[in-house]
């Protein structure tokens, strides 16, 4: 029994010391304390269940004072030696004066229990060799016990490791004693009293005392490993920056509160343009400002109301019990929290939020359903202007059904031949002739028909596909320039808009490369167009993949110029030769700010020695305007639609035929 109890103790201390390199500070600490008092008190109570196993046939108590600092005698040498030994990268150096202490804790603790012993008239002596040999062997083995331990301890799925360092421990503790015991020499003095011996009982004072102590180990181990159970339950469903539950705490808390619920909502928070504040203050104050939305929203805590932050800006509220008015009004109040001034380390910051509802069972009964109305609820409002909150509709459904259907078709409609390009003329109208043609991806669904670019072309590139379908729209456009060039006598090039993917892909120049070596096409004759937007998220990068396309000989336009947003203290770094005039101006041409516009546009084009191309020119008022404005290339539908390669082929005909 007395080994089994120190294999024991020896086994739950050393899985308690695992956590010693995990943790830093108080919990490392609190950690070792625990380790140090099981293996300490298990030391002390194996020594002990060995003494009830020891009979001098006469009667023998224990000084309660002497047995009580031999149980603080091995604590004591526990403590140093985990101390000694809970680096990650123990040296040889500490874990020889490790297991020194951890001996000398042994050897002290075993003594000084054997000085308590009280028997009538009787004296102890030791032999020293057998006594030197028993101290050794307490060493040898807790060096190695705390060897293989160390050595082994990052490998947690074995588990011989831990039951080795524990069975040479549990030997040093039980060695040390058995092999002490052989050593210890009994004096009794009084024949008489020897005479009367006879079978003395099991001290009860101590049999209760050792109960107690591993009923204390046991307790202490459980304590233990239930606090670190709660602490990793905690950690895996808290958020290490706000507090807040997490998505792994969202999925269980879908499976657990929303089952049976009778009315239940989920509210989808994104905050507003969040990502500027990141890339214009930098992450810490992001970080700041995520702390301070989840600080307002606990404010929206109470019985059958959760809230989760999925990551990132975005925010999850799960609501039971509820009816939909009550929910509606909560989501306008969260809106109004969120969009009350935050004071950041020195920055006042102004944000809003966008809330999705979605509620249960009308809109599903699943986690993933209802994430994805709510999700697309929110993207609803985002579209309606930010600053609000939009609930989950048949229509929205809809529309979710649809576009799921369109990215599906994406994947393959390429393979299907499904795609086709479109040509719209840049006209000069001083030549009163075409001057290139702009490539315009057309998509004929199976299902529903011709669907407009501003409709599957985001799509496109929130999956990544954008990336493929402009390597075909490339290749595609070079060859039919190539063909179209073959029957005119005027080079008419052709260009193609590019999306941010592409330059994110860091494919661009090999895309051109193939492109134009497939259709043997001069770079020259090819065209980019790109816009403000793909500019302002990575200038650095965007320049450093055009520049190589323009020494090649590649046309770089700026496409829908003074549409988004303005970086004209940068304008003249950019390998750009063509601005195109976004056609909303032309839509507004009849305000006289919106022609100031254009008046400036064209002045700074001119200024900067850059060609000009005013897109969306459908009246001859608007063309007009233009010529006397000085510019003089054009493109709209005054002059001619986007139409297919064999419609292009005839248009060009009749160009040529009218001209003689």
């Given at each position: ?123 102890i002596t030791y032999k020293p060799l057998i006594w030197a040999a028993a101290a050794l062997f307490a060493v040898v083995a807790s060096y190695a016990a705390l060897y293989i331990f160390t050595k082994f301890r990052r490998d947690t799925n074995r588990g011989w490791p831990k039951w080795g360092a524990s069975a040479f421990m549990g030997l040093a503790v039980c ?479 009749g160009l040529k035929q009218e001209a003689v």
């Open positions: 029994m007395s080994f089994l109890i120190a294999l024991f103790v020896a086994y739950s201390a050393l899985n308690l010391t695992l956590k010693i390199t995990s943790t830093s500070g108080k919990s490392r600490l609190g950690w070792l304390a625990a380790a140090s008092f099981v293996m300490g008190s298990g030391i002390w109570a194996m020594h002990f269940v060995g003494m009830l196993a020891f009979h001098l046939e006469l009667p023998v108590h224990y000084d309660v004072r002497e047995t009580s600092i031999s149980v603080f005698a091995s604590i004591i040498g526990s403590f140093a030696a985990f101390y000694l030994t809970m680096t990650r990268h123990a040296t040889k150096q500490r874990l020889a004066f490790g297991s020194l202490i951890m001996g000398a804790g042994i050897v002290a603790m075993h003594f000084i229990g054997m000085s308590a012993m009280r028997a009538p008239a009787t004296t060695g040390m004693h058995y092999t002490g015991m052989s050593a210890a020499e009994f004096w009794c003095g009084d024949d008489e009293l020897l005479m009367r011996a006879s079978n003395v009982g099991v001290d009860l004072v101590l049999l209760i005392s050792i109960t107690l102590v591993m009923l204390m180990i046991m307790m202490v181990t459980w304590i233990a490993l239930y606090v670190d159970r709660a602490l990793l339950e905690r950690m895996a469903f808290s958020d290490p920056l706000t507090g807040l539950h997490n998505r792994h705490a969202m999925n269980h808390h879908f499976d657990q509160k929303l089952r049976g619920s009778a009315q239940s909502a989920v509210l989808f928070l994104d905050l507003d343009q969040f990502k500027l504040i990141n890339d214009t203050l930098g992450h810490d104050i992001g970080d700041l400002l995520i702390q301070e939305v989840a600080s307002r929203l606990q404010k929206f805590l109470g019985e059958g109301r959760y809230v989760f932050r999925l990551g990132g800006d975005e925010f999850l509220l799960l609501v039971n019990e509820m009816k939909q008015e009550a929910i509606e009004t909560m989501a306008l109040l969260i809106l109004e929290e969120i969009r009350k001034v935050y004071v950041l380390d020195g920055n006042e910051l102004y944000i809003t939020g966008s809330i999705g509802i979605s509620y249960a069972p009308q809109h599903g009964k699943d986690r993933s359903t209802l994430l994805k109305a709510a999700d697309t609820a929110m993207y609803q409002a985002k579209r309606l202007g930010k600053n609000q909150f939009c609930s989950f509709n048949i229509d929205l459904e809809q529309k979710l059904i649809r576009r799921m259907e369109i990215e599906k078709g994406l994947r393959s409609a390429l393979a299907s031949e499904q795609l086709a390009l479109h040509y719209q003329p840049k006209w000069n109208s001083e030549r009163n002739c075409p001057v290139g043609f702009e490539a315009l991806l057309r998509w004929n669904h199976p299902k529903y028909g011709l669907i407009a670019p501003n409709e599957f072309i985001p799509i496109a590139e929130e999956t990544g596909l954008i990336v493929g379908m402009t390597r075909w729209v490339l290749e595609r456009a070079c060859i039919d320039c190539k063909e179209w060039n073959m029957r005119t006598d005027n080079k008419l090039g052709v260009s193609v808009n590019l999306s941010i993917n592409v330059f994110e892909s860091k494919n661009l120049m090999d895309m051109i490369t193939a492109a134009l070596q497939r259709a043997t096409l001069a770079p020259e004759m090819l065209e980019l167009e790109i816009t403000e937007s793909i500019v302002m998220k990575d200038a650095p990068d965007v320049i450093r993949q055009l520049l190589p396309l323009q020494e090649m000989g590649v046309t770089i336009s700026m496409d829908n110029f003074g549409s988004g947003y303005s970086f004209l203290g940068a304008i003249d770094q950019i390998p750009f030769h063509t601005l195109k005039i976004d056609k909303h101006y032309m839509q507004e041409s009849d305000s006289p700010s919106k022609r100031a516009i254009v008046n400036t546009i064209i002045t700074l084009a001119n200024q900067l020695n850059l060609e000009l191309v005013a897109e969306g020119v459908e009246t001859e008022q608007q063309l007009d305007f233009l010529r006397a404005a000085g510019c003089t290339v054009m493109q709209g539908y005054y002059f001619k639609k986007p139409m297919p390669r064999e419609e292009l082929d005839h248009w060009l005909l």
